[in-house]
């Protein structure tokens, strides 16, 4: 049986600390994960060595260097947690980080994606945010916003929100 291969790319929000939940969901259903994380996730939330050694794969924080393996094919790709930024930008096509370029390239290539926010209510009130979740889900991607994926919290009370952030949602979604 061949492997199969789970990006799961990581952006600066505060479900990040924990994204070693996800990461063992996705092993338990028999993912490979590769971690491609944001610069804000890699400079406020993630241990790289642990992640690394979670995963049993470096995190890719940038474009390929020479002499560094290239990322196998992904089967599936998780985006959580997504901040209002990377959520907007990538369905306006901006693909001005590694993450932002892989997204869209791997939306093009029809590629199975979840999204899972992270915002407030607030940001979450933006009809921009509405249009891009729209835009994402013309591309085929799965937007798990609302009711059975993530509910915006209050402003200011994402702290509390990080014992709920629904992970499992996300590695579901893929299955």
């Known amino acids: 049986m061949t492997e199969r291969v789970l990006y799961l790319m990581i952006c600066g929000a505060g479900p990040a600390k924990h994204v070693d939940v996800a990461i063992k969901l996705a092993q338990e259903a028999g993912w490979s994960v590769y971690c491609i994380a944001t610069p804000a996730a890699v400079e406020h939330f993630l241990d790289l060595d642990d992640l690394h050694q979670l995963t049993g794969h470096p995190v890719r924080t940038g474009y390929q ?10 089967d599936a790709v998780i985006v959580a947690p997504a901040t ?92």
């Open 65 to 74: 260097r020479q002499g560094q393996p290239p990322l196998p094919p992904a």
């Open 84 to 175: 209002y930024n990377t959520i907007n930008k990538w369905a306006a096509g901006i693909a001005d980080t590694y993450v932002l370029t892989q997204l869209a390239e791997l939306t093009g290539l029809g590629v199975p994606i979840a999204v899972l926010p992270f915002v407030n209510t607030a940001l979450a009130n933006n009809a921009v945010l509405h249009r891009s979740f729209e835009v994402l889900r013309s591309s085929g991607v799965k937007v798990l916003f609302g009711p059975g994926g993530f509910e915006p919290h209050l402003p200011r009370q994402g702290g509390r929100a990080l014992a709920h952030y629904p992970w499992r949602s996300a590695i579901e979604a893929m299955e």
